[in-house]
């Protein structure tokens, strides 16, 4: 047993002399056919033993180490984990109490939802190590983004709760129905005197929506690849972060609309709109043919029509007309004079409004008014459908059913035969019948519950501004300067890239646009110097049979050869190349701070045609950067189908239904 104190396995001076003495016994006893086996082998293996007893001592070191870490940290992600999953399920209770229209429990709900949001974002932050770890740590900081940029969304939703809460019984807003013995009336003017009181806190709103963006603008999607996390991940982020961004640009460019309002709803003293009729089906620069009008008065919110008639009767009381102007005279045959319904002829909607109130202000009938609102028939059809999908209005009934003499919503078709079909009398109120609808309407929209129909038509409103079917010119400076922010203007707009935007003019005199379907294909081609040539092809088709319009028949003409006077708007400075298509040659001028190439398309029924211009834009890309794009929608155009191409490959494909803003990357 004392021969094992002599043994001192750490000296290594010692190992390597024995070492050294068993590797020449070795020698002297081994035969020469077995030496460099003895001499290699046995030394090291013993290095080897050495070695993987030290590094298995590190191994459980670092183990041990590592084990304490998820120890340590598990205790307080579990923590966050559990107060998180409390967070959402609270966070869900707001969305149904919103659903339910109850006011007082999403505000009590929101609260809930704030106090564990706290709680969860303490539990959190016990796990700031993660913040040393690398790729571990973008998701740390990504979740304290989205938990900080949650917090101030909670407290804009607050404020507004809280400014609702004293009217939620009268404006039915408890969820529980209609209160008793309150009228819609007296709903809708609690709700106009209400917005009064959150109109004030819109700063407060503000701060905390600037908050939230800044906070998103820290998350990273790219950090969540789909081959690990799926798509879902990425996507709601993506999603997310539009949103926040939407809703903070929103407010702050919004903010002079919020703020008057109230007033725009008559909160102190009525007020009166000029509501203009675009008939879309006879697509005009800025959405349609106006066909009608009604004068509508707002007073504490209450709305009712004051008077409704064709533009006919408006343009008989104008005196001294002068000329019709040169694109008139030129392609609409038979009209010498220029009518108040014919004045939208600038693809801007506030320059032709302009035109329109010179000529207003001449017409025996004005009424003054505070503004004027332009709507198509897409208001009316996406309304009615809300609606039940049935309007009674004098005497006939109007749905969005499909109706076979057009292939088009009911409605369409029976406002048509009333107004346009030619008989052997004068119809001096046919074209009030639209007067008529929208007061029915008005009717039904606003003497039914809140809870049933509001929701859905202010969705829809919101939807139809933003696709340009609804149109605003209103005459207080501060609301119109937040109408235009949000793009409710029709305005051309300047940008700094690339920009399209095809205007066509229906001077057929018949509702070809009923039937017509039109594509463009937008391609790009890059030379190496950076000069971009751009080929812009519209197509357009009329698949469907003529109808009769013959005026001793009696026919309802709808479908004939559509006569279009074109207009495509481009970067100021453009220079055309080539151009097929048109019936006259293209011409070039400038307008709007554009270029614009006009020309002069017809197409038969059951035809088709294909414009296309070829120009190169007035600047250089630079070697690698992407280029771009904004294409802005005409008003009353709908289903415009479009191809963006870059040397010959088609690399998206898109309906416009808004304006649109992208990028080419070459």
């Known amino acids: 047993m004392s021969g094992f104190d002599k043994i001192e396995f750490n000296d290594k001076k010692s190992s390597n002399l024995n070492a050294e003495a068993a590797v020449s016994t070795s020698i002297k006893s081994t035969p020469d056919f077995a030496k460099s086996n003895s001499t290699i082998v046995m030394p090291k293996r013993k290095k080897k033993i050495n070695a993987n007893f030290k590094i298995s001592r590190r191994h459980l070191i670092t183990l041990g180490v590592v084990v304490l870490l998820v120890v340590l940290i598990s205790i307080p992600a579990y923590a966050a984990y559990k107060s998180g999953l409390a967070t959402y399920r609270e966070a869900k209770l707001i969305a149904t109490a919103v659903k339910q ?30 913040k040393l770890i690398p790729i571990v740590n973008w998701y740390y900081s990504d979740a304290d983004h989205l938990m900080n940029a949650a917090s101030s969304g909670l407290d804009s939703a607050q404020i507004i709760t809280a400014s609702l809460k004293p009217y939620a019984d009268v404006l039915g807003l408890k969820g529980t129905g209609n209160p008793a013995g309150v009228s819609t009336s007296d709903r809708i003017k609690t709700a106009v005197l209400s917005l009064g009181k959150i109109t004030p806190q819109i700063d407060k709103i503000q701060i905390s929506l600037d908050v939230m963006k800044k906070e998103m603008d820290q998350v990273d999607p790219n950090h969540y690849p789909t081959f690990l996390f799926g798509k879902t991940v990425k996507t709601q982020l993506i999603g997310l972060k539009t949103f926040t961004d939407e809703s903070a640009v929103g407010v702050t460019d919004a903010k002079p609309l919020i703020k008057t309002l109230p007033n725009l709803l008559g909160s102190n003293q009525p007020k009166y709109y000029l509501i203009l009729f675009q008939n879309d089906k006879e697509l005009r620069p800025t959405g349609g043919f106006i066909t009608a009008y009604a004068i509508v008065k707002i007073d504490q919110g209450s709305i009712s029509i004051e008077k409704s008639e064709n533009i006919y009767t408006l343009d008989d009381s104008i005196p001294n007309k002068p000329p019709a102007p040169a694109p008139i005279l030129k392609y609409f045959p038979g009209v010498y004079e220029y009518n108040l319904r014919d004045s939208n002829l600038s693809p801007d909607f506030m320059v032709s409004m302009k035109t329109f109130r010179s000529m207003y202000d001449k017409a025996g009938l004005k009424q003054d008014v505070n503004g004027i609102i332009a709507i198509d028939t897409n208001v009316l059809v996406s309304t009615i459908k809300i609606l039940d999908n049935q309007v009674q209005a004098d005497g006939q009934t109007f749905t969005t059913d499909k109706d076979p003499h057009c292939d088009c919503p009911q409605v369409i078709y029976q406002l048509e035969n009333n107004i346009s079909r030619p008989v052997g009398y004068v119809k001096t109120e046919r074209k009030s019948l639209i007067g008529d609808l929208m007061s029915a309407i008005m009717v039904k929209s606003l003497t039914s519950s809140p809870k049933k129909y509001w929701g859905p038509l202010l969705q829809t409103m919101i939807m139809q501004t933003s696709q340009k079917d609804i149109l605003y010119d209103l005459y207080d400076d501060q609301a119109q300067q937040g109408i235009e922010a949000l793009n409710a203007a029709g305005r051309i707009k300047p940008f700094d890239g690339d920009y ?104 038969r029924t059951e035809g088709f045609n294909t414009v296309t211009l070829t120009y190169t834009l007035p600047f250089k890309l630079k070697s690698g950067s992407p280029l771009p794009v904004m294409i802005q929608k005409q008003p009353g155009a709908t289903n415009n189908q479009y191809n963006m191409m870059v040397n010959g490959n088609t690399v998206d494909t898109f309906t416009l239904t808004t304006d649109k803003t992208t990028q080419v990357k070459f």
């Open 101 to 130: 229209q109850n006011v007082s429990l999403a505000s009590d709900e929101i609260t809930k939802t704030q106090t564990l949001l706290n709680k969860t974002k303490t539990n959190f932050h016990f796990l700031l190590p993660l």
């Open 500 to 603: 399209l935007h095809i205007n066509d003019t229906n001077f057929s005199g018949a509702k070809v646009n009923i039937f017509m379907q039109e594509s463009v294909d937008n391609a790009y081609s890059l030379a190496n110097d950076g000069t971009i040539t751009k080929t812009v092809t519209i197509h357009y088709k009329n698949p469907y049979p003529p109808s009769d319009c013959s005026l001793k028949s009696g026919g309802l003409c709808l479908n004939a050869e559509y006569r279009d006077w074109l207009r495509v708007y481009v970067p100021e400075g453009s220079q055309l190349t080539s151009s097929t298509g048109s019936q006259v040659k293209i011409s070039t001028h400038n307008d709007l701070g554009k270029t614009v190439f006009e020309g002069f398309v017809t197409v």
